[in-house]
């Protein structure tokens, strides 16, 4: 099995076969997909890929969460006054933890490609991140900080931007620049010749 079986299905076009070059999600084609090997019907299919993305969604925002809160508690260690030393460990731990977050999630497909290599990954990102916290109470500990350290309210992506300080509106400003001043204009080119609908 190889991606162009499920990412670029066969199509018939004037008598010719070819492989579609518009790489998509299966899901737009079950037909030419999917159920090019599978019986199983459009609605099973679908409810499996959804019920992993579903599920290592759960468990990624679990891992996000101890992650966030380990950040923001090292944060509160540095302020406090700790050293490069005794923060080492706690370091490596958010890193670890950050990496397998990365792995499982940064490509996207890997929730469907490999759903118990996600879960596996994650939760050892979780407990990963989870130990980070506990080192960091001792440092926080150690500086006489013993209240559980304040979390700021994260619970829309806004907030979230302006806790970090994006500043989102001139990110998007640039990203317009970028297009209109030094991306070639290839969908122009192609709706031109009739080849973009
Ligand atoms: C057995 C079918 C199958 C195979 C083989 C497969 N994929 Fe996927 N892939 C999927 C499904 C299903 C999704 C989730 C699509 C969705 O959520 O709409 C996906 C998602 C993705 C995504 C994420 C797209 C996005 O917008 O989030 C990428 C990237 C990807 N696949 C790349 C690959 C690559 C590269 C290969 C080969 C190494 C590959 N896939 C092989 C079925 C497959
Ligand atoms: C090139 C053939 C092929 C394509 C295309 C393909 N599959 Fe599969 N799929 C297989 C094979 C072979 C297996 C393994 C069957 C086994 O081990 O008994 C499998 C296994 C699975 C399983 C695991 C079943 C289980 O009980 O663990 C799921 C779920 C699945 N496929 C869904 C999909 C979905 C959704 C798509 C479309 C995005 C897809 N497959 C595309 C051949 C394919």
Redesign the pocket.
């Given at each position: 099995?190889a991606c162009v079986?499920?990412h670029m299905p066969k199509k018939r076009d004037k008598g010719i076969t070819f492989t579609d070059h518009r790489v998509m999600s299966?899901?737009a084609n079950?037909e030419g997909?999917?159920?090019?090997?599978?019986t199983?019907s459009k609605e099973y299919?679908?409810g499996?890929?959804t019920s992993?993305q579903e599920k290592i969604g759960e468990m990624k925002i679990r891992a996000e969460d101890v992650l966030v809160k380990a950040h923001i508690e090292a944060g509160a260690a540095w302020k406090a006054g700790a050293g490069e030393q005794e923060m080492q460990k706690a370091l490596t731990l958010i890193r670890h933890a950050q990496w397998r977050w990365d792995y499982a999630i940064a490509s996207h497909g890997a929730s469907?490609h490999a759903p118990e290599e996600s879960l596996r990954v994650l939760g050892t990102a979780v407990e990963k991140a989870g130990e980070a916290r506990l080192e960091i109470a001792r440092v926080l500990a150690k500086h006489g900080v013993t209240d559980p350290v304040a979390m700021p309210d994260l619970s829309t992506k806004e907030k979230a931007q302006t806790y970090i300080g994006l500043n989102v509106e001139k990110l998007k400003a640039d990203k317009e620049a970028f297009k209109e001043n030094v991306l070639p204009k290839w969908d122009e080119e192609a709706r031109q010749k009739g080849n973009l609908m």
């Open positions: 099995m079986d499920c299966p899901l079950i997909t999917c159920q090019s090997c599978h199983q299919l679908v499996m890929v992993y469907f």
